[in-house]
């Protein structure tokens, strides 16, 4: 009789799992945020939320298609459940917690906390979004932006007051602008002069 083999030894579970670590610096809405020790696997989701304590950015579906992780990369709107957080060193990235100014909240979240607000899981995203969207687009036709929201998906809304929010911060600049424009920069300095061709009504404002 030969002896029975020996069972493979049991894994130490004091010993690093395998998976490959890295160490990197996020440029977090305008900081530099240290990730030490990271699986270099992690979503950038996943390090917002647990290791750097950003926790606007929602986990919806974990598949880039609700739009509740939505962040800024670069300036562009990414689900943030889709990229490896390693790949995102060295870009600037906007949170929802980067939004507003001086730790009060931008008119956009203002806007959607007025007329959007239900369960609130989707809004950080939807605030990205629209944020997004105002950038690009400084008075966006309703079509335009329920194709900028479609998608950023809501339960309970059924969009309607996220429609209204954008309608109201786009009456408010719009009120805003045309105010200084009629009284004039009050810094002393010479008004800028709109560039010709521009759409009619915007001035070739940025």
Same mark, same amino acid.
């Given at each position: 009789?030969?002896?029975?083999?020996?069972?493979?030894?049991?894994?130490?579970?004091?010993?690093?799992?395998?998976?490959?670590?890295?160490?990197?610096?996020?440029?977090?809405?305008?900081?530099?945020?240290?990730?030490?020790?990271?699986?270099? =696997?992690?979503?950038?989701?996943?390090? *917002?939320?647990? !290791?750097?304590? $950003?926790? @606007?950015?929602?986990?919806? /579906? %974990?598949?880039?298609?609700?739009?509740?992780?939505?962040?800024?990369?670069?300036?562009?709107?990414?689900?943030?459940?889709?990229?490896?957080?390693?790949?995102?060193?060295?870009?600037?990235?906007?949170?929802?917690?980067?939004?507003?100014?001086?730790?009060?909240?931008?008119?956009?979240?203002?806007?959607?906390?007025?007329?959007?607000?239900?369960?609130?899981?989707?809004?950080?995203?939807?605030?990205?979004?629209?944020?997004?969207?105002?950038? =690009?687009?400084?008075?966006?036709?309703? *079509?335009?932006? !329920?194709?900028? $929201?479609? @998608?950023?998906?809501?339960? /309970? %809304?059924?969009?309607?007051?996220?429609?209204?929010?954008?309608?109201?911060?786009?009456?408010?600049?719009?009120?805003?602008?045309?105010?200084?424009?009629?009284?004039?920069?009050?810094?002393?300095?010479?008004?800028?002069?709109?560039?010709?061709?521009?759409?009619?009504?915007?001035?070739?404002?940025?």
């Amino acid at each position: 009789h030969h002896p029975a083999p020996e069972p493979p030894p049991l894994p130490d579970p004091t010993a690093p799992s395998g998976h490959p670590t890295v160490s990197y610096v996020l440029h977090v809405n305008g900081v530099d945020r240290p990730v030490t020790g990271a699986w270099i =696997g992690e979503s950038l989701l996943h390090v *917002l939320r647990e !290791r750097l304590g $950003l926790a @606007g950015a929602k986990d919806g /579906c %974990s598949q880039g298609e609700c739009g509740a992780c939505s962040v800024q990369v670069d300036g562009r709107l990414v689900a943030a459940c889709l990229v490896p957080a390693a790949t995102a060193a060295g870009s600037e990235i906007r949170t929802v917690e980067g939004l507003g100014e001086h730790g009060a909240p931008s008119d956009v979240q203002r806007a959607l906390s007025d007329c959007a607000v239900q369960c609130g899981f989707c809004l950080p995203g939807m605030a990205m979004t629209v944020h997004d969207l105002l950038e =690009g687009n400084h008075r966006p036709s309703e *079509l335009e932006t !329920r194709r900028a $929201l479609c @998608g950023n998906l809501c339960r /309970c %809304s059924g969009y309607r007051g996220v429609l209204d929010a954008v309608r109201q911060v786009v009456e408010e600049r719009s009120a805003a602008e045309t105010a200084h424009h009629e009284d004039g920069p009050t810094d002393g300095s010479v008004p800028r002069v709109p560039h010709q061709g521009g759409p009619a009504g915007e001035g070739g404002e940025a």
